[in-house]
């Protein structure tokens, strides 16, 4: 979910993710080649990864040749291929979130499709009912706390949105930027589906007397400023809490050296908002055969079973197995926040503006 899953992984490990990336990168022509029918391009965030195996697989079976075009974080490669519409960079675009959707589907980014194995697919995982994207994976957006802090300081981890604001917890938590940040719009949204349209500015008002502090991206929160993860505790990060991912934990314990038995990390389960991502047929693509072919491959099984040690996110089809060690680590979030991506189109800009003059200002 835009690059946060990739620097997680660097940050515990040099190595960084998981995986390869297939036949990656875009051609000199821009990424779509010249009418290569035989070639499929797929343009996505930075933080797509999958196996080369699995890739492989589908090449094989197929007969295209799988090219990925990494466009910067979501937000980035969601506007860009907006604007580059008409003559779109490649065939399919994924990692559009349901905070985002809408953006997308009123620009006209996507024609429909609707993919083999659908039917697979939960349904409060789809969206658009005129098939325009495909749900492809899920993950939660939830505030991560330092296990040793808590147990040092005798105080239970706070598990809900209202805890935050309680006196324990003044001056631990930090988040990112809404305005700047998928994780901190995802926070954002949480708690406006927590409180509602006007009750969660009163929730920020006592978020922020109670000391919460906000930086740019997760990168920073992450990686500086929170005391549990690997990258925080090089940089002396004195911030216990942290706005991430309910998978952060899977990934400390994955890349550390020596691996602990335990994650250092836990995860608030009350403050979890559901961010699901989705692939499209791209309007105008160059190889729309190609493309349906791949956006099929994308809700497989095999796919599906790849994608959680790969970029940290949960599969949406019914029959995927999760691997041992995300099922491990990373804690069933059974209540998440969700808000419908028409509710998120009709107030997201106004929410961001509202919240910034409120929490920065």
Known sequence: ?????????????????????????????????????????????????????????????????VRVLEDGDAGQAVNKAILTKDNPQGDVFFGVDNTLLSRALDNGLFQPYEAEGLDRVDASFQADDRHRVTPVDYGDICVNYDKAYFSKHKLTPPDSFDDLTRPEYKNLLVTENAATSSPGLGFLLGTAAEYGDTGWQDYWKKLRANGVKVVDGWEQAYNEEFSGSAG?????????????????????????????????????????????????????????????????????????????????????VKDAKLPAEFTEYAPAVDNPRTLDPAKIAEHRDDWVKSWTSLVLK
């Open 232 to 316: 925080g505790k090089q940089a002396g990060g004195d911030r216990p809490l942290v706005v991430s991912y309910a998978s952060s934990p899977p990934v400390e314990v994955i890349y550390a050296d020596p691996k602990p038995e335990t994650a250092p990390t836990g995860v608030a389960t009350g403050t979890c908002f559901r961010q699901t991502e989705f692939a499209g047929l791209l309007s105008n693509a160059k190889n729309p055969e190609g493309g349906k072919a791949l956006i099929d491959f994308l809700v497989s099984r095999k796919f599906q079973e790849d994608l959680p040690l790969n970029m940290f996110v949960h599969p949406v």
């Open 1 to 65: 979910m835009s690059n946060t899953t990739r620097r997680l992984a660097a940050a515990v490990a040099a190595l960084g993710m998981a995986g390869g990336l297939a036949a990656c990168g875009s051609s000199e022509d821009g990424g779509q080649g010249s009418g290569d029918t035989r070639t499929v391009t797929l343009v996505s965030h930075d933080s797509w990864a999958a196996s080369k195996d699995v890739i492989a697989a589908f090449e094989k079976a197929s007969g295209y040749k």
